[in-house]
């Protein structure tokens, strides 16, 4: 942190630097699930460094370099202002039909965890057995109606 002596204000800068190389992501598409049995016995990180040992990595988006530099200036009578700069090497994607598949099944059962998430603040934590919890689950029913009705009023 940098400090400054200025008429008006004391000006302080904070700088943060971010740099990652070889950041890629790869997706093998023919690999076997895990038999649970095997779960408990091996350690997990030993399981994954198998897989990723055994099959050739298919990369879906090719090593890069990524460099993220912040600075924040702030006055003590004024809000801050932030500037950032991103520099990234050059970006290679490539997928085949199966990797593709997957990557939009995962992305559908994402979309489902986001929704649970917006909502799960509001399910009962008790069963929906006997006339005092149905009554909480019945609830809970009509208030997600009533908030999906509300956000697809704006989104027609």
């Known amino acids: 942190k940098l400090s400054e002596n200025t008429d008006e204000d004391v000006l302080e800068y904070s700088r943060r630097n971010l740099k990652i190389n070889d950041l890629s992501v790869y997706w093998n598409t023919n690999t076997e699930p895990i038999p649970k049995e095997f779960l408990h016995v091996m350690d997990i990180k030993d399981v994954f460094e198998n897989i990723i040992q055994l099959k050739p990595k298919v990369y879906i988006l090719d090593p890069i370099r990524v460099s993220v530099s912040v600075i924040t200036e702030q006055k003590l009578r004024f809000m801050g202002t932030t500037h950032a700069s991103v520099s990234v090497s050059k970006v290679q994607i490539h997928t085949d039909v199966r ?18 998430c917006r909502v799960r603040d509001l399910q009962p934590t008790c069963r929906p057995i006997g006339k005092e919890n149905s009554k909480k689950w019945w609830t809970y029913s ?10 697809s009023k704006f989104n027609v």
């Open 99 to 116: 990797q593709l598949k997957d990557l939009l099944k995962f992305s559908e059962y994402f979309e489902t965890y986001v929704r649970w």
């Open 142 to 151: 009509i208030l997600l109606v009533q908030k999906h009705l509300k956000s």
